[in-house]
């Protein structure tokens, strides 16, 4: 079983930046295609951003151009820099590891943009 923890989230003001970090506890962590999702009140759980196990990334339309997802195999590690936030980003932010649909998920950490 992977264990996988998020860290990071706050509370920002607009135009403020956070960068959140996922470590996971399993030694074939540079296999995994792995991504960001969000979920906010009465919403459901969406696609922020992917990274494959070759560093190709995938942003949903809300995110591209204000946030970037990378990955650092050597520490188990993978962020999600966060620019220009915006009170529409605040959510609950889920790391998983192994995509979606049979991967390991972690407890999410909460970002909250407001003034």
């Known amino acids: 079983q992977v264990q996988v923890v998020e860290s990071g989230g706050d509370l920002v003001q607009p135009g403020g930046s956070l960068r959140l970090s996922c470590a996971a506890s399993t030694q074939s962590f540079s296999i995994y295609a792995m991504g960001w999702y969000r979920q906010a009140p009465g919403r459901q759980r969406e696609l922020v951003a992917t990274i494959t196990n070759s560093n190709k990334t995938n942003y949903s339309d809300d995110v591209t151009g204000r946030f970037t997802i990378s990955r650092d195999n050597a520490k188990n590690r993978m962020y999600l820099q966060m620019n220009s936030l915006k009170p529409e980003d605040t959510a609950v932010y889920y790391c998983?590891?192994?995509?979606?649909?049979?991967?390991?998920w972690g407890q999410g950490t909460q970002v909250t943009v407001s003034s």
């Open positions: 998983n590891i192994g995509g979606a649909r049979l991967g390991y």
